[in-house]
């Protein structure tokens, strides 16, 4: 049930980074750029969830660096999208 957790929380962390970004960016919902940052966050869910399969025991400090982790996965995956763009 733990794997589960951190697999949410990487992927809700993901999803709050792209939600956070919109609003701060000022600009109208546009979804296609918010489909992206769902799948990036879907990603980072799989990812930890296949690698914490293999940790054994998850704690609350795992479900937090988790969190944390998909915030990232979604940002860096936007910044490096942009370079590639050319925004």
């Known amino acids: 049930m733990g794997i589960l957790y951190v697999?949410?929380?990487?992927?809700?962390?993901?999803?709050a980074a792209a939600i956070m970004g919109w609003?701060?960016?000022g600009e109208?919902?546009?979804?296609?750029?918010?489909?992206?940052?769902?799948?990036?966050?879907?990603?980072a869910g799989?990812?930890?969830?296949v690698g914490y399969q293999l940790a054994g025991a998850v704690?609350?400090?795992d479900i937090v660096i988790a969190f944390v982790a998909g915030?990232?996965?979604d940002v860096l995956g936007n910044?490096?999208?942009?370079s590639i763009r050319g925004d």
């Open 59 to 61: 704690s609350i400090m």
């Open 7 to 15: 697999a949410l929380a990487a992927c809700g962390g993901g999803l």
């Open 28 to 43: 109208p919902f546009v979804g296609r750029k918010f489909a992206s940052s769902v799948i990036r966050a879907l990603v």
């Open 79 to 82: 910044r490096i999208a942009g």
């Open 23 to 25: 609003l701060d960016s």
């Open 71 to 73: 915030a990232g996965v």
């Open 46 to 49: 799989g990812v930890f969830a």
